[in-house]
């Protein structure tokens, strides 16, 4: 498909740079499409009203890493500042990485974490890919090097934020989901910011059980679609687990008559890796690279909890490929008509193709 049917206008006013305080008291546009009304205001509060007893309701359990390692290449007695986002780790030492400017680095040469002159986690390039990507081979490995990513890493607060704003002490806990707890994404999954636990409460007390899974969000979120033609995109890999046990737990609640709601586009589509034809789920434990545009078939997901995304990105394909790129136009120019907030700290989406099930 054209990329350019995934564009549209959006004031920079629009943007949002803080979450909502309390994180529930976020709007809410719940979409129905081919519903009376199909687009309707609400506040993320209202997420237990507008779901059933015995719908299922799966979270991304990830946790953001402080990802953002700035250094110096180190090439005879010249230091050059070079900036490196990890996106993708391959195994205890290696990890793959977007480099700034990457033209600086070659293949064999040094990189040291930290200011210029003391001694701090070191690493050699590897091997070099398209678009700045580096593959980095650090002289520490395995829990040595997590200690060592946490302590000189910043966290990546996603380029439109960080453009207006440096990241400080509120983003640390703004930007961690309630869910958080295995290590290893370097984008938070946004739609999961929207919950406390009070709200959390009151879904349990509709009757609506909660699920976790997790898919370890690459820095390749970031990245805008360069092509024209969706056929011509590559999509980066992500690691995630899908365990048996939630599968089943997955499948008893829709042969019940249940809805299966992904909360975020990181659950949708690990969800959809790990379904079969037939429809059920089944354990999924590795890595995706799954590309969801418009004509694709969703066998898994029913609803979807999903934050306002870029024009022209792959998760406004995503979007659009699950209610339709027509109903996700006019959703989004009602959105920006009355001021919703946009991205990652921004207001939700709720998509509500068969409200009646």
């Known amino acids: 498909m054209d990329v350019s049917l995934f564009d549209f206008d959006l004031p920079e006013d629009r943007i949002a740079l803080r979450p909502a305080v309390p994180r529930d008291s976020a709007r809410l546009l719940v979409v129905r499409p081919g519903g009376t009304p199909e687009l309707e205001d609400r506040l993320v509060s209202d997420l237990p009203g507008l779901l059933a007893p015995g719908d299922a309701m799966v979270v991304n359990a990830t946790r953001v890493i402080p990802a953002r390692l700035r250094g110096y290449r180190l090439r ?35 990189v040291r974490v930290g200011s210029g002159g003391d001694a701090g986690l070191e690493a050699t390039v590897e091997a070099r890919g398209e678009g ?18 946490a302590s000189s890493g910043e966290l990546p607060l996603p380029p439109y934020i960080a453009a207006k704003r440096p990241t400080d002490a509120r983003d640390a806990d703004d930007y961690q989901t309630f869910f958080a ?35 370890h969000v690459g820095a390749g979120t970031f990245l805008p679609v360069k092509v024209e033609d969706t056929d011509d995109h590559r999509m980066h890999f992500e690691s995630g687990v899908l365990t048996a046990e939630t599968a089943e737990a997955l499948n008893a609640a829709r042969a019940a008559g249940g809805r299966l709601l992904a909360v975020g586009t990181t659950s949708a589509r690990l969800l959809e890796s790990a379904v079969g034809e037939d429809g059920r789920l089944g354990a999924f434990s590795g890595e995706t690279d799954i590309f969801i545009t418009p004509g694709f078939r969703y066998r898994a997901v029913d609803a979807l909890l999903t934050n306002f995304h870029l024009p022209r990105s792959t998760l406004m394909m995503l979007v659009s490929a699950f209610a339709g790129l027509d109903v996700v136009r006019r959703a989004y120019a009602h959105a920006v008509a009355e001021r919703y907030r946009f991205y990652s700290y921004g207001d939700a989406c709720l998509f509500l193709p068969d409200a009646t099930r």
């Not at 700045?132 to 990513?149: M, N, Q, R, S, W």
């Open 132 to 149: 700045g990507e580096v593959t980095l081979a650090f002289d520490l490995a395995g829990p040595d090097l997590d200690a060592a990513i």
């Open 181 to 215: 707890r295995e290590p290893g994404a370097v984008a938070a999954p946004t739609a999961g910011l929207h919950f406390t636990p009070a709200l959390l409460d009151a879904i349990a007390r509709r009757g609506v059980s909660r699920h976790e899974t997790v898919l």
């Open 76 to 110: 005879g007695d010249q230091a050059a500042k070079v900036e490196l986002l990890l996106h993708q780790r391959l195994d205890s030492r290696r990890w793959k990485a977007f480099a700034r400017p990457a033209k600086k680095l070659g293949l064999g040469e040094r």
